[in-house]
């Protein structure tokens, strides 16, 4: 029965952690958030009117967007009319070669619509598109 006790090892705890597992599902997290964080793009939901020739588009850029109640967000912050050109040069000179897409609610007055344009075209915006929502066929699927 001696023998049997000198066979086994006296069995300490290693003071070291093994982070090996820990380093691996943080990679995996850092992986699906890298993927998924492109997609989770905040969005204002606007009624805007429909069009024939409306395309969707996958290009990113700054987005105006003008709600029924005439309120001004440039890419999600709330932005006061009087001081639109202000914080839209702030934002677009560091972002000059990306589009400007206006997105306008339906029924937002035409004059509404136009000051915003004339104080894109102002700070030099030259790719200026208006986001419109494809028209619908007579049989309810979109063209």
């Known amino acids: 029965m001696r023998n049997k006790k000198h066979l086994k090892k006296d069995y300490r705890p290693i003071p070291d952690i093994n982070i090996t597992a820990l380093v691996d599902v943080v990679l995996v997290l850092l992986i699906v958030f890298m993927i998924a964080a492109p997609m989770l793009k905040s969005t204002v939901d606007v009624a805007v009117p429909q069009a024939a020739t409306a395309k969707p588009t996958d290009e990113e850029g700054i987005t105006i967007t003008i709600k029924q109640d005439g309120t001004i967000l440039i890419d999600d912050t709330?932005?006061?009319?009087?001081?639109?050109?202000?914080?839209f040069n702030q934002i677009?000179?560091?972002?000059?070669?990306?589009?400007?897409?206006?997105?306008?609610?339906?029924?937002?007055?035409?004059?509404?619509?136009?000051?915003?344009?004339?104080?894109?075209?102002?700070e030099g915006v030259t790719d200026l598109g208006l986001v419109a929502d494809p028209a619908q066929s007579r049989t309810g699927r979109r063209k």
């Open 78 to 87: 709330k932005v006061d009319e009087s001081s639109f050109d202000i914080a």
């Open 92 to 122: 677009y000179s560091a972002n000059s070669n990306e589009p400007v897409f206006l997105k306008a609610a339906g029924e937002v007055s035409y004059a509404t619509v136009l000051t915003v344009i004339d104080a894109l075209r102002e």
